[in-house]
C-alpha cells in the first residue's frame, strides 16, 4: 500500500504469464492486492478539507512486482515510482484465500469468520442480513459528502454489463456511479497464451483510460474513486508483445 500526495500517472499494465509450474501456485493466492492514493492535487474538490481518494484493486498480485522483488519476470515502473514517492508495506496478508471473501472483508473491515463467506458464490449479494448491518467502504464515504466511482473489478459482483450513472439494487453497496467491462473468455480459466488484438481493447486498458480521464476533471465534492484492475487473475491472455518478450 502506499500514500500518494500529487496525481499519479495512471496506467494499466498487463502482466506476463507465469510458467506452467507456476499456475497452480497462482490459482492458490486468489486474494486482490489493494493500492491506495490519497490526492491533493490533480482532480480537485472544493471541499479543501477532505482529500479525494483513489483505491487500486489489482486481482491476484501477490507481491510480484519490483519493489517487492516476488518475482524475477515483473516489469512494474509505475507501481514502483508510487512506492518509492509514498509508504510502502512488506508486510501484509489477505484476509481470504479467494476473491470475494477478500474484497468482502476489506470493503466491510470484518473478518471471513465473521462475515461468513468463504468462497466465490454469487448468493452472497443477496445482502445478507450481516452486510445490511454494516457500513461498507465507499458507504461510509458516501455518508461523509464523497462522491463515489467505481471501475472495473472491486465487488466480486459476477457478470455484469457496462453500467453508468446511479441504479438502484446494486448501489445499495454505496456507489454513486460504477463503469464496469468484464474480461471475455473467463471459462477458459486454466489456459493461458498471447493474443494479437490491439492492446488499447484490453478491459484493464479501457478502464485506466477511463479512471485517468475521472482524475483530470474537476469535481465539486470529495470523491473516492476505485480503480479494479483483472490482471493478473487467470486466464493469462497478454498481448502477444509481452508474450515473446519473456525468456
Known sequence: MAAEKSRPRVQAEVRAPPRAQEITKMARISSAFFLACFLWAGSHAKDTHKPNVLLIAVDDLNDWVGCLGGHPQTNTPNIDRLAARGMLFTNAHCQGT?????????????????????????????????????????????????????????????RYSQIEGPRAGQWRKGLDQKVHDKPKGWHRTWDFGPQDYEETKFTDHITATWVAEQLGKESDKPFLLACGFYRPHVPFFPPRRVYDSLE
Open 98 to 158: 479467494m476473491c470475494n471473501p477478500s474484497r468482502i472483508s476489506l470493503l466491510w473491515g470484518r473478518r471471513p469468520s465473521s462475515t461468513g463467506f468463504y468462497d466465490n458464490h454469487y448468493h452472497v449479494f443477496k445482502e445478507p442480513e450481516f452486510l445490511k448491518r454494516h457500513v461498507n467502504l465507499p458507504a461510509h464515504f458516501a455518508a461523509n459528502g464523497y462522491k463515489t466511482i467505481s471501475a472495473g473489478k472491486i465487488f466480486h459482483t459476477g
